[in-house]
């Protein structure tokens, strides 16, 4: 099965707007983690959040997990232009250890 | 800010060739990892390594790659004999403990291109 798998494909929106993605995945986990990375260059993590909490926030990152839709939601507030990157959600294997699944992305754009 | 930092960033092989990327993990971790990204594709898990042993390999982490930990501070992957198909960036990551909920932090990526 798959797991982690972001939509939209693909963001473009204004800055100062806020930016939204998904990710829905399809068995059991413990954590959730969202990842960025910039064109080319590494994976930046952003948040953890834990199969037992249900919203997290880190500066102007929300993130959400409904483990009963099994999804997740990541909001990025007053968005900027150095945030165009493509943003991954990373599932953890239910063995209990930390090896991640990672989804296809969401690619945003973020326009001066 | 602690930072796994990876070598070389760039590298260009003759298919068929032995190729051995070089990573430097978060000082006091004790967990390392490789994964890859092929150019448009998902970023996939390899193999994660713990007390000098692999933890947990994927299908992809055939008899061609192999892991080691030379000393106290480098993590390495060869891949003994290249192939067209990994072509690839090359994540190294490592983090504090193994276990579900720790968070794992990813060097800048190492790409390889097989001609």
């Known amino acids: 099965s798959q797991q982690g798998e972001e939509d939209p494909q693909a963001l473009s929106i204004q800055e100062g707007e806020n930016a939204t993605m998904n990710c829905s995945y399809k068995?059991?986990?413990?954590?959730l983690q969202w990842y960025r990375q910039n064109s080319g260059r590494g994976l930046v993590h952003l948040i953890l959040i834990r199969s037992n909490e249900r919203e997290k926030h880190s500066g102007r990152l929300r993130v959400t997990l409904d483990t009963s839709k099994k999804s997740s939601s990541l909001l990025i507030t007053a968005s900027r232009a150095a945030d165009t990157a493509s943003y991954f959600c990373?599932?953890?294997?239910?063995?209990?250890?930390?090896?991640?699944?990672f989804g296809k992305g969401t690619m945003l754009l973020v326009s001066p | 800010e602690p930072e796994v930092t990876q070598t070389p960033s760039h590298q260009v092989t003759q298919m068929g060739q032995e190729v051995i990327l070089r990573c430097v993990p978060i000082s006091n971790h004790l967990y390392f990892y490789w994964y890859r990204q092929i150019l448009g594709q998902k970023v996939e898990f390899l193999v994660s390594?713990?007390?000098?042993?692999?933890?947990?390999k994927s299908e992809i982490f055939d008899d061609q790659f192999s892991v080691e930990r030379p000393d106290g501070s480098n993590f390495t992957l060869k891949i003994r004999s290249t192939k067209l198909e990994d072509s690839a960036m090359y994540f190294c990551a490592s983090s504090e403990w193994g276990f579900s909920g720790n968070t794992i932090y990813f060097g800048e990526g190492s790409w390889l291109t097989v001609v």
């Open positions: 390594f713990y007390n000098n042993e692999i933890s947990e």
């Open positions: 068995t059991s986990i413990n954590n």
């Open positions: 990373a599932t953890d294997s239910s063995s209990g250890y930390s090896t991640l699944t």
